[in-house]
């Protein structure tokens, strides 16, 4: 007999879907809950669903109720459900604001807001177990994921993340709709959020195509594309294994900032990539293979 957090989840779940926002069913560590099908290959896999067998994490997400039901059925022990962003119609962006350690996510926004010139506009509002919240807008854009480089405190989930959706279950709490929120519509994120989340590339000054390339150049940049190539699942190794060889070649300290742009476009958190790379350039016993 299914369990009342279950039943209630992905009834949220289906609600949510109806809205056109793909949902997976979660734990209630707020992981996916329906385990990798590749997780006992010998190598690291890529496949992001095409294998046609569910555990795909993000990949999973669906708005058909058929699959939903399904997905939910092969997790009997989800609490919760997560909701892709950055996935069409409405290209969402989570703005997780955190309101412990120390920061304030609600109020760094607010601050943010003031500084750059725009307001933070009404939309849905999710409420965290630890006393923050989650925004709910819509992006014409691709963001990538973040931690922490708005503000202390404002995390953003963007394209290959996700959040976790109001009625889900964690062993932290509950998530629950803000009052008077439910009804909004997603409001779309103010251009200068937008630019702030998502910076332009830096542009490359004009070289002569004639002229010859540093070897180190070439070196940094096949580093940079390297990571720039992974999928999910290899994303923190290939990351660690192109910031070990710049580094084993002099070139750590000049590429590292590099990397972690490189890695939070593929989906890693700024936080996380920059832990990264951080951790390659400890002394090692032997060489990274």
Request: net charge positive; hydrophobic share 40%; proline share 11%.
């Amino acid at each position: 007999m299914p369990r009342p957090d279950h039943t209630r989840a992905l009834h949220a779940a289906l609600l949510t879907a109806a809205r056109g926002l793909p949902v997976i069913p979660l734990s209630r560590t707020k992981l996916p809950a329906i385990r990798s099908p590749h997780r006992d290959e010998p190598r690291t896999s890529d496949c992001r669903g095409a294998c046609g067998r569910p555990g795909h994490g993000v990949y999973d997400a669906s708005t058909d109720p058929a699959r939903i039901r399904a997905l939910f059925a092969a997790a009997p022990w989800a609490t919760g459900y997560g909701i892709a962003c950055g996935r069409a119609p409405h290209h969402l962006i989570g703005l997780d604001l955190d309101v412990k350690h120390g920061a304030d996510g609600v109020a760094a926004l607010t601050a943010l807001a003031a500084a750059h010139g725009f307001a933070v506009p009404d939309t849905v509002t999710v409420l965290t177990p630890s006393g923050g919240r989650h925004l709910w807008l819509t992006a014409p854009t691709q963001v990538p994921n973040s931690a922490g480089r708005l503000a202390p405190g404002i995390d953003v989930r963007g394209e290959g993340g996700y959040v976790v959706g109001p009625g889900s279950r964690t062993v932290a709490g509950r998530y629950l709709l803000a009052p008077g929120t439910a009804g909004h519509p997603l409001a779309p994120a103010p251009s200068e959020l937008l630019l702030l989340a998502a910076p332009p590339p830096p542009v490359a000054p004009p070289r002569d195509a004639s002229a010859p390339r540093h070897p180190a150049e070439k070196r940094a940049a096949a580093l940079v594309r390297f990571v720039l190539d992974s999928h999910e699942g290899e994303r923190n190794g290939r990351l660690f294994w192109a910031a070990c060889r710049a580094y084993d070649a002099g070139l750590g300290e000049a590429l590292a900032p590099a990397l972690v742009t490189a890695a939070v476009h593929t989906g890693l958190s700024e936080r996380e990539a920059a832990a990264t790379v951080a951790s390659a350039a400890r002394p090692r016993t032997s060489p990274h293979p």
